[in-house]
């Protein structure tokens, strides 16, 4: 069972809380530095994710340069949009997470390998204009996503980047240690049991097993993440319909502008 779950719901900041509580709620869920139990290490040594830098492909604004190239196959897995909350007499009602999948089909778009949220989010006509969608893997993916992960490494350690733009994070204690570099961020590198994920309040960009046999990545600026692996992996993650994955290539686009094939929201 994954501790801290409300890591994956974020603050209830639809919610009747007071700002005490809001403030309470945050202390309890906000995630410092790596608790004691959670088996996650800081490393000084960056010599594991060394191997990195030359399976990306910098500043080409595609699939390679958030996720490795040399892998058999590749996924890109949306994090799901989310109703707005809203108050009918006494009670709460909405924000349950729809796929993109759903939401597409709901619109009548489709969904691809570069599609857009802004290109199935259209809110016209009637039709369904849900607005927020997540930034990181929600409980019930990473409760789906895992156990495939786990079945396709022989290692039960892995490694964690972590950007340090994070707000909440203990950078007293963080900053001790050397970071990983890229043209565009810098990355804390932990290790741990592959269930430590669960164990941060934001999703690492780039985790991975001892024997690299897959690799998931992704970005603060995507509202997807990618994953690297075999086919078989691969297949797997696609079959899994919470996981809302399409197949993707190391060389397709991975930027604004790139879904070509459904209208814009505005248009005919």
């Known amino acids: 069972m994954i501790r801290r779950q409300a890591r994956f719901r974020g603050a209830p900041l639809d919610s009747e809380m007071s700002g005490a509580e809001l403030e309470a709620w945050l202390d309890a869920h906000f995630w410092w530095s790596p608790l004691a139990d959670s088996g996650l290490v800081v490393q000084n040594d960056l010599t594991p994710a060394a191997w990195l830098e030359s399976k990306l492909v910098q500043r080409s604004y595609e699939v390679h340069m958030t996720a490795p190239r040399g892998y058999e196959s590749y996924a890109r897995m949306f994090f799901p949009f989310t109703e707005h909350s809203r108050k009918v007499g006494d009670t709460w009602v909405g924000g349950e997470h729809i796929t993109w999948r759903v939401l597409a089909e709901r619109n ?69 240690f050397e970071k990983v570099v890229d043209p565009f961020r810098s990355y804390y590198l932990l290790k741990g049991p592959l269930s430590a994920f669960a164990e941060f309040s934001n999703d690492p960009s780039f985790w991975w097993p001892d024997d690299r046999a897959w690799c998931y990545s992704g970005d603060v600026d995507f509202h997807w993440s990618y994953l690297a692996g075999s086919a078989a992996c691969i297949d797997e993650v696609l079959g899994v319909p919470i996981l809302d994955a399409v197949q993707t290539e190391p060389d397709n686009p991975a930027h604004f502008g790139m879904d070509v094939i459904n209208p814009d929201p505005d248009g005919p």
């Open 108 to 176: 009548g778009r489709t969904i691809h390998p570069l599609v857009e949220q802004e290109k199935i989010d259209i809110g016209s006509e009637g039709k369904d204009k849900l607005n927020d969608v997540e930034n990181s893997l929600v409980l019930e993916q990473f409760e789906a996503l895992l156990p495939i992960l786990v079945r396709h490494t022989s290692s039960t350690n892995g490694w964690f980047l972590l950007w340090d733009g994070f707000g909440d994070l203990d950078h007293a204690f963080l900053d001790r």
